[in-house]
């Protein structure tokens, strides 16, 4: 794979980009899913309660999709120039499977609940649960697929 | 490094780092915070702005996140710490590390200077027509001095 050599002699040949990738993911993931929390932590009622959950979410989508964007192709990045090691992580597919029920979660039901005009505070307050739990889950696979190999 | 070597030696830092465990899940914590807290600093700073959350007032933004940040900032300080101290004897020459140091120290001056004319005074931002000035420079540094956080954490793993 071409493509795959590519990145990954990039990559390996400067660590710098390696390291500026990661650090791109990082800084990437701290705004999509500071971002999405913040639609979490109103629809849980825990702050800016002056305005709804819809409007909110108006205002940040365009920062988590533009962030998730970051993310994913840096997270490309990373994995094209150490193959290998992904294909025998153990966590690493869990990872890539809660990564992608958080995506299907966050623009189907997330959103859907979160742009509701009076959707039952408890259905609300689940689903920003959920929403946190997903994301949060994310991040705690993305640090275990760098330390159980 | 005597300090350095005797810091990670006291008992429970050294079990600390040695728990396959422990360490990655202090780490993953470390990393929440900066996701959920760091958002809500670029909310505050994007509304300093008047790029976003327009419908909301400065007020309302930066007093309903208020504890929350605190709470966050907290833990994620006290994660971070345990990180450095378990391995203080890699820490302690890792240029980077210090720089990270320095900058969360630079965090500190920027609340003093601004959280008594700008975090405190949001009342008298939201009567302004138009956002002031120190209101945007206050912004703009707070997203230059966590951008630069998170790169130094980053890079303090390149260093040997």
Not at chain 1, 78 to 92: A, E
Not at chain 2, 23 to 45: E, K
């Amino acid at each position: 794979m071409p493509l795959q050599n590519a990145v990954a002699d990039a990559l390996n040949n400067s660590e710098w980009v390696f390291a500026l990738a990661e650090c791109v993911h990082i800084g990437g993931f701290a705004v999509a899913i500071g971002s999405i929390a913040l639609v979490d932590f109103r629809m849980l009622n825990l702050g800016l309660r002056r305005e709804t959950a819809a409007r909110i979410l108006r205002d940040t989508e365009l920062w988590t999709v533009v962030a998730l964007l970051f993310v994913m192709f840096s997270g490309v990045a990373l994995f094209l120039s150490q193959v290998d090691i992904y294909r025998v992580n153990l966590i690493f597919p869990i990872k890539m499977y809660v990564l992608a029920a958080a995506l299907i979660y966050n623009f189907t039901v997330h959103r859907r609940v979160a742009t509701m005009e009076n959707p039952p505070p408890f259905v609300s307050k689940l689903v920003a649960m959920v929403s946190l739990l997903l994301w949060v889950s994310v991040v705690f696979g993305g640090i275990f697929t760098g330390f159980l190999v | 490094m005597p300090t350095a070597h005797s810091i990670q030696s006291i008992d429970f830092l050294t079990a600390f780092s040695e728990s396959v465990l422990a360490y990655p899940i202090v780490l993953s914590i470390h990393l929440t915070c900066i996701a959920l807290f760091g958002g809500m600093i670029l909310a505050t700073d994007l509304r300093l702005l008047g790029v976003a959350f327009k419908g909301l007032t400065i007020t309302e933004v930066v007093t309903s996140l208020r504890a929350w940040k605190r709470i966050g900032g907290t833990i994620m300080i006290a994660m971070g710490l345990l990180l450095a101290a378990s391995e203080a004897e890699k820490y302690a020459p890792n240029p980077f590390f210090w720089t990270k140091m320095i900058i969360l120290g630079l965090i500190g001056v920027h609340a003093l200077i601004f959280r008594p004319i700008v975090y405190n005074k949001t009342e008298e931002l939201d009567r302004s027509p138009v956002i002031p000035t120190k209101a945007k420079v206050a912004a703009i540094l707070s997203l230059v001095l966590w951008t630069s956080m998170v790169v130094m954490g980053r890079l303090i793993a390149y260093w040997d």
